[in-house]
């Protein structure tokens, strides 16, 4: 038991620093994180970015590229699914200061093995 | 508890991830006030709350009819709600494919249906303004490019087959569509905007409303609340409430946090609270409908309920501690969905029974191999390994499907008076495939009560509130007791479209 109230201490811990640091940083987040916040957080700091923050730096064509997968579940891209198109904002699956759950989760047991909850 | 087992720890856990995602969402400060000094925000011409398929037909149909600023709000991040996640199965009397398939259907045939199934409480002059429409509604569909397998279905509780579908078995292949078409007629869509209360004016009509920008559906971030005004009107189609437990419960104390939920996280109810609040006639808010063709064995609608509505009418459902049949695969959604849960084992625990179906008659379906591929049907070569995979008694099983047969060939159910039409020449034999069904809670028939104009009416009054029209699931009393399936996008898409043209009119 008190083991894990030390534990909970701990997470608790972490989460205070979350605001500054990234729970896991993606490699090529490393340049832009922790430096200057705005460059991802355009509608102020204590806001979520806007749901075109990503795109400045990320092509929504290319990552439905990188995601596709082949023509019998053509529609279960991520980036190009059948429910949204293309047009599913980057917030509803990933988040840099906390993991997440790929929103498909939510009716289908399919597998994405890259993502980072 | 006993249902937490079924649906399995995943399952369970996802529910109560929704419920705490409610109760964070869940606004205390939502209600309506007097316009009078507001400093206005925005002004816009027609001003819509929710972007399923109500929401959408009334843009389109509004656009079309002359209105140059039209905007549609949504509070989730995605457009489209329980539409985009929809089974895109759409009812129609007198479509042509009924034509080319020589069914004999009418206005009057689709509506008898609908009060049978609704129990004696359904709206008949509602009923038969969507039906008389629908085909109209199809139209809009196609016109925007939405494409439907070239068959029709026939669903439980329909004395025809007169049902669509789209090819992607979805009613994406409807929203999408539909929002692009909105895109190019210039529609103003606005994601991550909620509706938090309406603006009256002096006489008691809607000016405007008070809408929550930069809203992050299930976050804590306040985002920022705006005055808009309406000056044509504003519509109301925020879908139906079978996400939030508070409220089904409310009506409903059966529907708890662990009964599953086919429904989008985003209906939660409060645009037709909201409604209530400021005097729109509350019915049939406790006529809740759960799908009997869902799976405990994955998430909300998933790949099974396609699968099996379109599997049912050539297929027995069996008991698993009996290995008999309990019901008609296709009589109403109510009826089965009750037949579903008095399935339990000795000691009462609920045991989700199975649906049987030949391989060479479900492989039709393009969900087939989907629901095999991601495990939550599988496929038996022959009816003992079936038998073994799930518990049931082989005898009684075997005799069963033999019994069955003997309908097949008949064209006569002795059991349960099945309509074998669409079971014609289709045997029960090997290999097999099975799913397990286990009802989910999925369509609220209450909501607020609306005139064929879509105007909503006081309940003090009985008069329209003025300015203020609603279309869609956030309506009530329409289909009664219990909605047939493949109505709900007829009538969402009709309404929507009648909203429009009062709007204009008015
Ligand atoms: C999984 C599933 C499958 C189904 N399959 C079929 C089928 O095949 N055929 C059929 O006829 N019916 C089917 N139904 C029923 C049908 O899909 C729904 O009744 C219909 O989509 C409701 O449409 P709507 O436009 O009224 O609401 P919705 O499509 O739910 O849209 C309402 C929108 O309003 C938004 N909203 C809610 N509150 C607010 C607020 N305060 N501010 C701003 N926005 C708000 C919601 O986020 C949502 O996007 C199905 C339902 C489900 C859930």
């Known amino acids: 038991m008190i083991k894990l109230k030390a534990v909970l201490a701990l997470t608790l811990g972490c989460l205070l620093t979350l605001s500054v640091q990234a729970v896991e940083v993606r490699d090529h987040h490393k340049e832009v994180i922790g430096k200057d916040c705005k460059t991802c957080h355009d509608n102020g700091i204590k806001q979520f970015p806007s749901d075109q923050s990503c795109l400045q730096c990320h092509d929504v064509d290319d990552l439905a590229e990188q995601t596709a997968r082949n023509e019998e579940d053509k529609w279960q891209n991520p980036h190009n699914n059948l429910h949204y198109g293309k047009e599913l904002p980057c917030q509803e699956c990933h988040g840099e200061h906390q993991p997440k759950q790929p929103m498909c989760n939510n009716c289908h047991t399919f597998k994405f093995d890259k993502h980072k909850q | ?506």
């Open chain 2, 1 to 506: 508890m006993k249902d937490a087992n079924l649906l399995g720890r995943r399952n369970f856990i996802k529910g109560m991830g929704a419920a705490a995602g409610v109760a964070i969402a869940a606004p205390a400060m939502a209600i309506s006030e007097k316009a009078d000094g507001v400093k206005w925000d925005k002004e816009v011409e027609v001003l819509i709350i929710g972007s399923g398929f109500a929401g959408l037909a009334a843009a389109i149909e509004a656009s079309r009819k002359g209105a140059k600023d039209v905007h549609i709000f949504e509070k989730m991040s995605y457009f489209g709600g329980n539409s985009a996640i929809n089974g895109g199965l759409f009812a129609a009397p007198g479509t042509p494919m009924q034509k080319q398939e020589g069914v004999k259907d009418s206005v009057d045939r689709m509506v008898a249906d609908q009060m049978k199934s609704g129990r004696g409480v359904a709206d008949e002059a509602l009923l038969r303004h969507v039906a008389e429409h629908a085909v109209e509604a199809l139209q809009m569909t196609m016109d925007a490019g939405s494409e439907f397998h070239p068959y029709l279905q026939q669903l439980g509780g329909h004395s025809v087959a007169r049902t669509y579908q789209t090819t992607v078995s979805c009613g994406a292949g409807i929203t999408q569509p539909l929002l692009n078409e909105c895109r190019k007629l210039g529609v103003h869509t606005h994601n991550r905007a909620k509706f938090e209360g309406f603006l009256v004016g002096d006489k008691g009509e809607i000016v405007g409303v008070k809408m929550r920008e930069n809203y992050h559906f299930g976050e804590d971030q306040p985002g920022k609340i705006s005055h808009i005004r309406a000056k044509r009107g504003v519509i109301m189609a925020t879908g139906g409430f079978a996400q939030n437990i508070n409220l089904r419960m409310a009506q409903d104390p059966t529907l708890t946090a662990e009964v599953g939920c086919t429904n989008a996280p985003g209906a939660t109810g409060e645009g037709m609270y909201e409604m209530f609040r400021l005097g729109a006639i509350p019915v049939h808010l406790a006529h809740i409908q759960s799908g009997p063709w869902a799976s405990p064995d994955e998430g909300g609608f998933g790949y099974v309920s396609n699968y099996t509505i379109y599997n049912f009418p050539h297929s027995l459902a069996i008991h698993r501690l009996t290995g008999k049949r309990f019901m008609n695969e296709i009589a109403d959604r109510k009826t089965r969905a009750d037949a579903e849960l008095s399935c339990r084992d000795e000691k009462g625990e609920a045991l989700p029974p199975i649906l049987i179906t030949s391989y060479k008659d479900s492989k039709k379906h393009p969900n087939t191999k989907k629901v095999i591929k991601y495990n939550v049907g599988w496929k038996f070569d022959t009816i003992e390994e079936l038998a073994k995979h799930f518990e049931v008694p082989l005898k009684p099983l075997k005799a069963q499907i033999e019994e069955y047969n003997s309908y097949v060939k008949s064209g006569d159910d002795k059991q349960f008076g099945k309509n074998m039409t669409k079971a014609k020449d289709k045997f029960i034999e090997a290999p097999f495939t099975v799913v397990r069904l286990w009802p989910k809670v999925h369509y609220c028939q209450g909501g607020v009560q609306i005139t064929t104009k879509a105007e909503v009416k006081d309940s003090f009054t009985g008069q329209p509130i003025s300015g203020l029209y609603a279309a869609g699931e956030v309506c009530g009393g329409i289909h009664g007791v219990s909605r047939l399936g493949s109505c709900s996008i007829p009538e969402c898409m009709v309404m929507g479209m009648t909203a429009a043209r009062s709007v204009m009119q008015a």
